[in-house]
């Protein structure tokens, strides 16, 4: 695997915000992909037609680390699609900035032989929700999109009232699949990424986990304007009961300071010394003794961490976007609280 795989692995466990799917499961995609043949280009999306078709493809449950991609039900998907959209599809948009969503696209890409579009449906990291994207904010479809197992089932969503119910439908049809889906959707115009979506978002991705991997923190804080919060120590992890998500408070202790932070799959919301520091939409990263992301599955009592805070990208620190990617949204009683800083 080459150093731009690894970087692209490292940058998006970074944005991913401790959530966005195991680094790990991210590696054995992108090495399938080069037993298989090459990765795909990264493409602006200025390099594509206006009324290019772009989709997104995702697993929904649980799917294995080796599991062979002849395994996933891509044909059954794409051929159901396209009878419903009557167009040939052109590119691969990543669902999240995120280890596996990433891996996810190439791997579909590689498929459809086709590029993959430099920039995300959430917004440049990951979110625990589906509604937690910009295409919310602009009220844009999300359908028709595609479920398909291995069984050979196929189950075509062609609209929904929500992004709630589209998400509840998918989890349903996991379920009945023994814990494992693919989905295929998201159809978008290149056009329709330009004015909805964050672009860019890959590219630096890269850029961050090539900076990381030379131990350059202070170049990453520097380039995306970020700043250090806290380090200390995990010192206790409360786990609660939500099934499909992994959530939790992080207790962590420093040098004459303690911290929280709420975890939902990713990290949400930081306190120090009991008082709000930092909240979603912005980006809490957590980094381990190596300088590297921690992914939260991965987090222990008793390891060094340090948490550094970067600003979201500017769809979510609209009004709209701090509005419905906001604490309250996850039961709290207050409302973001963002770095005081100007955006890179």
């Known amino acids: 695997m080459n150093n731009s795989v690894k970087e692209l692995i490292i940058g998006s466990a970074f944005f991913g915000t401790g959530g966005g799917g195991s680094p790990a499961e991210a590696e054995a995609i992108f090495t399938r992909i080069y037993r298989r043949g090459t990765l795909p280009p990264l493409v602006d999306v200025s390099e594509l037609d206006s009324d290019a078709l772009v989709v997104s493809g995702f697993g929904v449950g649980s799917i294995e680390d080796d599991a062979d991609e ?39 890409a590689a498929h459809l032989q086709v590029p993959v579009v ?6 440049g990291r990951s979110a625990p929700e589906v509604f937690l994207e910009t295409l919310t904010l602009f009220r844009v479809p999300r359908t028709p999109a595609v479920a398909a197992n291995r069984r050979g089932d196929v189950s075509v969503l062609l609209r929904t009232s929500s992004p709630q119910a589209e998400e509840g439908f998918f989890r349903m049809f996991a379920s009945f699949s023994e814990g494992t889906a693919y989905v295929l959707g998201y159809p978008l115009l290149a056009r329709d990424i330009r004015n909805y979506c964050e672009t860019g978002t890959v590219s630096d991705t890269r850029m961050a986990g090539s900076l990381l991997s030379e131990g350059k923190i202070d170049e990453v804080i520097t380039r995306f304007s970020g700043c250090r919060l806290f380090r200390g120590v995990v010192h206790e992890i409360l786990k609660r009961q939500c099934p ?21 799959n990713e990290n949400l919301i930081l306190w120090i010394n009991g008082e709000v520091a930092l909240t979603c939409p912005d980006c809490i990263i ?6 590297l992301p921690v992914y939260n599955l991965d987090l222990r009592e008793g390891i060094d961490v340090e ?12 009004a709209a976007g701090q509005k419905l990617f906001s604490p309250r949204t996850f039961g709290y009683t207050f409302g ?9």
């Open 70 to 108: 002849s395994d996933f039900p891509y044909e059954q998907c794409v051929f159901s699609l396209k009878q419903y959209l009557g167009h040939e599809i052109s590119a691969v948009i990543p669902v999240e900035i995120g280890p596996y969503a990433v891996a996810a696209a190439f791997e579909l």
């Open 118 to 123: 430099d920039a995300d449906v959430v917004g």
């Open 244 to 264: 499909g998500f992994l959530e939790m408070e992080v207790l962590l202790e420093g040098e004459g300071l303690d911290a929280k932070i709420y975890v939902k």
């Open 286 to 291: 957590l980094l381990n003794a190596d300088g």
């Open 307 to 318: 948490v550094l805070g970067f600003p979201a990208r500017a769809l979510w620190r609209s």
């Open 336 to 344: 973001p609280r963002i770095l005081n800083c100007p955006l890179a």
